[in-house]
């Protein structure tokens, strides 16, 4: 039996995945959860099999709930199931520990198929995200920036792409307009040659931006 804790801020929504694997058959319902806080308690209580994780939810989203999780539990076995295969959620998802990226118009087969997959370990994307993954990769993301280096606030914008964040998430964080947030992003992609806020997030990573802001976070 496969233990699924299944985390969706839609109450219908989980009624129909429960229902789904319930009529399955191999498949037990470790609990569910309606927003990222109640994600990282039952996952900790719980310790499920798989964790079904949307992502966009009231308080504490998909992405961070994920990222707890897997700092408690290296091993743990996220399915993110989602409406959204935007590039500002998709990377910073997985980077989080996701195994797994589905969209919610897959089908029911595809799920308990993906469910399957996650549980022994092994990735399980849709064929949109597998696409947008694979097309990101192959764009060179390692150009060196314009000799003009990123001001102070450009660099914090640049980490909180990194983590996923909307302009207006950015913004509202930063305490400045939305329209300053998106004046910031264009001249970060022109410093640094890159097509998308995708890469940008990339190049975060790569080059231990987003690490170091966390380090001097732990450091105050």
Do not use: C
């Amino acid at each position: 039996m496969i233990r699924v804790l299944i985390v969706d801020d839609h109450a219908i929504v989980r009624k129909g995945i429960r229902a789904l694997l319930s009529e399955s058959g191999g498949f037990e319902i470790a609990g569910e959860a309606a927003d990222g806080v109640e994600a990282v308690a039952a996952a900790a209580e719980t310790q499920p099999d798989v964790i079904l994780m949307d992502l966009l939810m009231p308080g504490m989203d998909g992405i961070e709930a994920t990222r707890q999780i897997t700092s408690q539990r290296p091993n743990a076995h996220i399915l993110v199931l989602t409406s959204f295969a935007a590039d500002n959620k998709l990377f910073p998802a997985i980077k989080a520990g996701a195994l797994g990226y589905l969209l919610k118009d897959s089908s029911p087969e595809d799920l308990l198929r993906a469910i399957r997959q996650v549980h022994r370990g092994e990735p399980a994307l849709h064929p949109t995200i597998a696409r947008k993954l694979l097309q990101e990769i192959a764009q060179p993301v390692d150009l060196p920036p314009a000799p003009e280096a990123l001001t102070a606030r450009e660099l914090a914008v640049l980490r909180l792409i990194a983590q996923g964040l909307s302009n207006q998430e950015i913004a509202d964080q930063l305490i400045v307009s939305e329209p300053t947030v998106r004046t910031h992003v264009s001249r970060i992609l022109g410093k640094l040659h890159l097509a998308s806020r995708t890469q940008a997030a990339l190049y975060a990573v790569r080059e231990g931006l987003e690490a170091e802001d966390e380090a001097s976070q732990e450091g105050e």
